[in-house]
Structures are given as C-alpha cells and as structure tokens.
C-alpha cells in the first residue's frame, strides 16, 4: 500500500486543494495516471500517480484544502476495496435535467472548513516533535541560532527542512523567531459580503451563460480577497516620456533586425525596479504583524490571456540589463499566451506592472496582487501641450496610478517612490547604467 | 516512418541523452533518440571508456617499474604491442556501446540514424549519416517534447598548421598505427593531462604546453601543487603561460611554436595532441537557431528545469554549458525527461564531482580552499596523508593527501582527493554534501579496516583538529 501525498507544485504553495477526482476507488492506477486536478495558489495542476496499483481510497474530497505532503488517497494491490468513506460525488449534468436542489459543488465536510480557515502557518503537529525531518545540517544551524525547528517548513525532499530553510528564516527574521506573538491579528477576518442588490434568479431568457473554468475561478477568488482584506489606496502622476521614447527608438535602431525590441513597458518595469532598490518597503508584504521585506526584486508583468490574466515574474529585475527585461519579458509573455507559462515563471513576484497604454486608457487603476504591497497601471501616453518656459511645447505624457496597500505603505513613501519612477523615466538613460 | 508521432525526441545519444530517452521511456513516454555517429557518444566511443581501458594498460605498465621490490622479477623487459591495446579498447568500447543499443531495445526506444534537424514545429528530419546504408529519403516524424542533447566536439583553434598531418585530437587519438615515440599536448586542461598520462604511461615522452599560468585551473592549489611534483617526476615536461602561435613539419618530426613571457619557444614532438576546449555541437539545430533558439555561441540556453525559449523543446549535457562531465549531461537528461512528461524537477549544480583520471588521480567535490575562505570568515582545512593510511601503504600508493574544508557549522564545503582510488573515493564526501550530512555524522559512521575510505574519515577528524593516526597540529575543539 502506497500514500499518494499532497504534492508540491509550486515553490510557494503551502496547501493545496483537491478540485475534482479523476479516479474513484477500485479503479486501477497506471504510473503516469491523473488521479486528480489540484488547485494551488497559482493554478490547476494534474496530480500523477508514480505507483501503479488500485485506487485504495481516497483521503480528501473534493474541494478540501489540506497542506503539502498529507496523505491525499491511498494506492494498493486491490485485494480489499474499502468502501469509500462517503459516495463519490455523483455527477450530475451541469444543465440539470430533474431538479437537482444542490447545484454542482459537492457539500464539505466540517473537517474542510477548518482547515481551510486555520490559516496559521503551516506547522507541524507538536505530537510529532520527535519525527521532525531535518538535515543534520539544518539541525546544527537551527541550533545555533536557536530556532525552533517545529516552526519551520521544510522544503527539502519529503518536507525534509533544509540549509534553504534556515536561511529562510534567517533572513525573514533577521532573529529567531521567537514565541509566538500573542497579539490578535491585524486584520479581522472579512465582513460577510452583503448580498448584491438584486440576486439572480432565473437567467433571463436573452442570456449566454458560460462557466468560469477553474483558473477564471481562481482569479475571482484571488482578487475578491485583494479587494476585501487589502486596504486599497491610489497615488497618480504624470510622466513625461519624450525622453524615453526617443532612447527606445535609439535602442531599436542599434540592435541587430533579429534581437529583441525593447518596449516602453521594459523601460517601466526598469524603472520601477530601480525605484524598489531605493524604496524597499514597497518591495515587501505583510504577514500577521510583521513586514516583510523582500531581498530579491522580482517584477511581474499582467499579460491578458484568453482564459483571464496572469502575472509571469521576471526574476531580479533591478540587476537585469533592460535589453535582457525585453527579451525575458517577451518570452514570458509568449508562454503566457500559449498557455505555456510553468509554475516557476508565475512565482516569487514582489511587485507588478500593469499596462493598458497600448488601449487608449486615459486612467487605469488596478488591482493589488497579494501577497504583494503594491501594483502600477500604466495608462496611454498622450501628446500634450506642456508651458516650457512659457511656451506650449508638445510633449508625450504617461498617467500612471500606483495602487498601495495601506497597512504597510503610506501617502508620503509611495509619492516618493513614485516620484523616483519618473525620474528615472524622465531621465531614461539613467535606466542602462 | 513518416507522420509518426513521438511523446519524447532525444537528439544524441551520448550519456545525457540515452538517458533522457531511458528516463523518458520509464515514465510512460514513447520515445525516439536520433544519433548521427554511434550509440553512447563521445563518452562511450572516443572519450570516457576507451581512455579508461586505455588508462588501465598504462597503469599496468607503469607498475612493471616497482614490481622488483616486490620480489619479481620479469625474464625479460616487457614489450608493448600497440595495435593490442588499440583491439582492447575497441572491445571494450564495442562491449559498452552495443549495451546501450539493448538498453533502447529493452525501454522500447526507437533508434534513428543519422542525422536529426529539428524544427520549432517538432518536427525531426533524420538524413542518414556516411555510415549508415543510404536509400536516399529522409524519414520523418514529429514529437510532443525535443530534447536536444547534441553534445560537443573538440575545438580545433585556427593555429596555422592545425590541419597537418600528426595532428590529433580527443576523438583521433584511439587509433594510431603506433606508439608515439614522443608527443607535444597542448592544453592543459583535465582532458590534456589525462591523454598526457595515458601516452606517459605507455611510454611516449610527453610534453604538455598551457596558455594560462597553470595547468588543471580549476582544482585546489594545493592539489595541483603535489600533481604538477607528480607529473616532473613520471618525466612530462610541462610549459604554462605558453600561447601556442603556429604548428609546422620539421622533418619527420613536428614543431609547435608558442610565445611566452620569456619570447618565442618551440617544441618538438612526433605527434601534436590538440586538447584546448570543446565547443557545442549545433548541427542538425541550424533551423532551430534561425527560429530563435536562444545561445551563446553555440551554447543553448535553458532554465534550471533544462527548458530553452523555445515552447516543449530542451537541451541538456555539453551543448548547454562547457562543463564537459559525462554525469552532469545524465542528471540534466533525467531533470528533462521528466519535465517533459510533466513532472517537476530541477537542475541542482551545488554538488557535482569531478573525477580526473591521471596518475596520480584526482577528484574533487564544492569548494577549493581559496574559493572557501573568499566565501566564508569560518573555515577550517585540513587533510590527511595517504601515507599514514595501511591499505594505501600497502598497495604502494603513498603519494597524496585527502584534504577537506569544513564551514562554521561544521558542513563540508569542499573536498580533494590526489591519490589512489580518488575518483571512486569522492563519492562518499558528495553523498554527505548533497544530503547536508555535517563532519559529525561522517565521524560518527563506522569506516572498514583496512581500507581506503577510512582515510575519508581521518580527514574529517584532521580538519576538527582530532585525528587518530597523524599527530594533531591544532588544539582540539571544544566540544
């Protein structure tokens, strides 16, 4: 009898959440097979068996969150099927002939909905003290700087806690982590939300209804909770982008007829990682009570694609040259667009760029995508008369609206971050040093 | 065959690509590994085996020197018959190739040959090689996932000259009609040293000639201190900061001529053996770099998952990176192979061994001393003579030390071997640092007398400042 565990699919998924069984028990299992799409904190990944066997029993329903590693089903020889613990949901046709009372989702068990909310990190069970799975090296480190291993998540080969680890925390915390705080959490859990005015009933007649897939669901969750937990709040200003403009044309002009073309929107996520450097809370996210501020700066860029939006990352930015951006920043978003984009490229973002300017919008203000503290939308640039010692002159300017999240950033440190964003733009050649 | 559609298409199949396909093939994948020359690639047929079995009768020979002490004595002096020993390795080799032709029949892998040319469509063109039998027509198929594992070849640098006759390289060498009588190296890399040792030890006197200030750069200073000690007395002269500016006939013989600090310098030589570097081998990618396949070079770029820019289609082993390591290029085939059937792995370069087989061999695993001490304020060194090991004493093989770096928290952050056995010895130093194994658990394992792996753990003990059988040179840490 083999366990089928809760894999790790993504560098920063902690839990994950079973969407649907491919498999009921009983049926046999070819290594290789999907036993069941999980959803992760990214999207809706495949989960493969790697045992060959029968599908003993599962474990977690459909729609129960649990963390990586626990036991999901159970794959054995097949010599005694145990009746599942519940019937498998029934599958009833989503166009409902008879009268389905329950739409669809199958009801959670109470089991799911705590763990779903317990959103205390993920920390393994003090019965287990002893079995904790660390490398003889993470123990000595953890030793040595007094960490208390139980409270570390480890990462290494099954969940075993690693030198990466310890690091981790080390930078996190710059200092063990100590007992836990006592203090309540910042955020109170979020208000239920009022029912919208008019609830639908029954679709009119003149109507398409199409069902969200699974990624489109995961974008309405995700920014529902943006929009609900994150303190929203918006700094604009306007950029004069002649320079700019003109370096990129000089830029183009220079590279060889097959390299990659370096767009305005390079030169943004340029900019706004150099900015970061100086600016490192906007470079960070909260948890609980502590504000994290990220070493790395990683910039994502929202690129719309057919089933939504996606924000792929390009890894340490501010040390990439802007020609290197352009070229990471269009092979991110072919991917994007074939649907090609790995977990990896989604990953480790610290701070977005969003850019409509290509769709004529005069203002654009967006969304934070959390864990994030702050997102820029970049609306069009416009040719407009500018007094120039008092003279009307035509210049190229960009509105751009930083969204913040306001438990952790403030007026004055986002005016100036964003002041240095257009510094910089204004002075472009500053973004190839 | 054409229109036929594959999981999985491996290009090349030298050690990272049959194993890519064997990988492949293992999680399900149908699979087709397309191979232009022979099956097992340079490691298997010009590289890796044949200097090994090469290396092997060199070693035989060279303990005929020492067999006297030993109480034996030969009638007569022994002779040397190279056309044998070129029949040996070919055995050898044709044992381990013909392997790896079973291993594909044994994972259902279909074997092409010929040559591959790849589209960004997934499409594989194979043209027959001059080796197979011709019918003219190209066959055809089309494969979900390309694994490009096309591998190097030796770089042969535009010295006037270079096309001569007597010029041979790492592929050329296996067959010559005799032994040379003397031989000029140029490089001083680890494949130079290595051939240097082999045709040293079969009796061809052997010069090697380095452009850069020291031969093998990249191993511990130390260790290359005692190596270069080595190589003076087996008689191989050694030149370094020798630029070599032009190859040319003189006689019989042939005249490498190379500026030094100290002016112009030449050597002679019956034979040139051409070691510099290897470059990417990019034939049959030509369509695929016109469509965009990022490089360098040559060199194909790809992420820690062997992903290149190009959707579904990965490179692997030599013809990604320089490092030339027949294990690296299997480990990257594996980390492709299941990428490519969907699983999530990762390329992990914090642990790779580098064996170097000379006489004596050395291997080494992390970081060097001077890489160590840049990188780190605690750090303490330590090594452990061969010659205060019985089983090494022994067998003759006094020469040598096992040298270790241990860190603030008592990790390994880099280990060398020069002397008997290192390259099969280091293994046990990169199973610790790959598992974070620190000095405590390797002194707590129980090593077996006699033998050469307690030495491994001596080393260990030196660098804690408590070893067994040498005098301690430092206090004992306070435990």
Redesign the interface.
């Known amino acids: 009898m083999s366990e089928v565990n809760m894999p790790r699919l993504s560098d920063t998924m902690q839990e994950g959440t079973v969407a649907r069984w491919l498999k009921k028990p009983g049926d046999e299992i070819k290594k290789g097979d999907i036993l069941a799409e999980i959803e992760t904190d990214k999207a809706t990944m495949d989960l493969e068996a790697y045992e060959a066997g029968t599908l003993q029993q599962i474990m977690v329903q459909e729609g129960e969150t649990v963390p990586i590693g626990q036991v999901v089903a159970l794959i054995g020889t097949g010599a005694a099927v145990p009746q599942p613990a519940q019937p498998a949901p029934a599958k009833t046709g989503a166009d409902g002939a008879g009268t389905a009372p329950v739409p669809a989702p199958v009801e959670r068990p109470p089991a799911a909905e705590t763990s779903a909310q317990s959103k205390e990190p993920a920390t393994i069970e003090s019965g287990e003290r002893g079995a904790i799975k660390a490398s003889p090296l993470a123990r000595r480190m953890a030793e040595e700087h007094d960490i208390d291993l139980s409270r570390v998540q480890g990462t290494g080969p099954g969940g075993r806690i690693v030198r990466d680890d310890i690091e981790d925390v080390l930078e996190q915390h710059g200092a063990p982590p100590a007992a836990p705080a006592a203090a309540p959490k910042p955020t109170a859990p979020p208000e239920p939300v009022p029912i919208p005015a008019a609830p639908p009933g029954a679709p009119p007649p003149e109507t398409e209804i199409v069902k969200l897939s699974r990624v489109q669901m995961l974008i309405a969750r995700r920014l529902t909770e943006s929009k609900q937990t994150i303190p929203h709040f918006y700094v604009s200003s306007e950029v004069d982008m002649t320079d700019a403009l003109a370096l990129r044309q000089t830029l183009n002009a220079s590279a060889g007829e097959d390299s990659v073309k370096v767009t305005v929107n390079d030169l943004i996520v340029k900019a706004c990682a150099l900015a970061l450097e100086k600016f490192p809370e906007v470079n960070s996210t909260i948890k609980d009570d502590q504000l994290i501020k990220y070493k790395h700066i990683n910039v994502g860029i929202a690129v719309d694609v057919p089933s939504g939006l996606v924000v792929p990352v390009i890894r340490d930015t501010n040390s990439k040259g802007v020609r290197t951006i352009a070229r990471e920043a269009k092979a991110l978003i072919a991917k994007a667009r074939d649907n090609k984009l790995a977990p990896v490229d989604l990953e480790g973002g610290t701070f977005s760029v969003s850019n409509l300017g290509m769709m004529d919008a005069s203002t654009f203000i967006a969304v934070i995508n959390p864990p994030q503290a702050a997102i820029l939308a970049i609306a069009s640039t416009r040719k407009q008369f500018v007094p120039v010692d008092g003279q009307p002159v035509i210049r190229d300017l960009m509105a751009m609206t930083l969204s913040a999240d306001h438990r952790i950033l403030y007026g004055a440190t986002v005016a100036r971050f964003l002041q240095e964003v257009k510094r910089l733009l204004q002075n472009p050649y500053t973004l190839l040093g | 065959m054409a229109g036929t559609q594959y999981d999985v298409a491996v290009i090349g199949a030298g050690p990272g690509g049959y194993v890519a396909a064997i990988r492949a093939a293992q999680?399900?994948a149908t699979v087709a590994i397309v191979e232009k020359q022979y099956l097992g690639g340079t490691c298997l047929n010009v590289g890796c085996i044949p200097s090994k079995a090469m290396l092997h009768i060199a070693e035989v020979m060279q303990s005929m020197a020492s067999m006297g002490e030993l109480g034996i004595e030969l009638s007569q002096p022994p002779t040397f018959d190279m056309s044998k020993a070129v029949a040996f390795t070919d055995n050898v080799v044709k044992r381990m190739t013909s392997g790896v032709g079973t291993l594909m029949k044994g994972n259902r892998i279909d074997v092409f040959d010929g040559l591959g040319t790849v589209e960004a469509s997934h499409t594989v063109t194979v043209t027959k090689g001059e080796l197979a039998q011709s019918d003219g027509s190209p066959q055809q198929f089309s494969a979900d996932k390309i694994i490009l594992a096309t591998g190097s070849v030796p770089l042969m640098p535009p010295f006037p000259g270079i096309d001569g006759r007597n010029v041979i390289n790492s592929d050329t060498c296996w067959h010559l009609p005799k032994l040379p009588e003397s031989l000029i190296c140029v490089g001083g890399g680890v494949i130079g040293v290595e051939l240097a040792c082999m045709f040293n030890g079969l009796g061809t006197q052997v010069t090697i000639v380095e452009m850069l200030p020291t031969i093998l750069a990249p191993v511990d200073d130390e260790v290359r201190n005692l190596f270069v000690r080595s190589l003076s007395k087996l008689g191989i002269t050694i030149a370094t900061n020798a630029k070599v500016e032009s190859i040319a006939d003189e006689g019989d013989l042939k005249k490498v001529t190379a500026s030094t600090p100290q002016g112009e310098k030449s050597f002679t030589g019956e034979y040139v053996l051409v070691a510099v570097s290897r470059s990417a081998n990019t034939s049959g990618l030509e369509r695929l770099m016109e469509q965009?396949l990022?490089n360098d070079r040559g060199r194909v770029r790809v992420?820690?998952?062997m992903?290149t820019?190009l959707?579904?289609i990965y490179a692997i082993g030599d013809l990604v990176h320089g490092a030339g390591l027949a294990h690296v290029a299997s480990t990257e085939g594996e980390v492709a192979a299941e990428n490519a059937?969907?699983?999530?792995a990762k390329m992990d370069y914090d642990v790779v061994p580098n064996p170097i087989y000379t006489f004596p061999e050395i291997a080494f695993v992390g970081l060097t001393e001077a890489q160590a001490k840049e990188k780190y304020a605690d750090v303490r060194v330590e090594r452990f003579p061969w010659a205060a090991n019985g089983k090494a004493v022994g067998s003759g093989h006094t020469e040598g030390f096992i040298k270790v770096i241990l860190g603030?928290?008592?990790?390994i952050l880099g280990a060398h071997i020069i002397g008997p056995d290192a390259t099969n010895l280091i293994t046990e130093y990169s199973v610790a640092m790959h598992?974070?194994?620190?000095a405590?658990?390797i002194i707590a394992t129980i090593h077996p007398h006699p033998t050469l792996s307690e030495g491994l753990r001596e080393a260990v003990l030196a660098a804690e400042g408590r070893p067994i059988h040498i005098p301690p040179k430092q206090p004992a840490r306070a435990r």
């Open positions: 999680l399900g965009g990022d992420n820690e998952k992903e820019n959707p579904g059937k969907g699983h999530e603030k928290y008592n990790e598992n974070e194994l620190t405590d658990e």
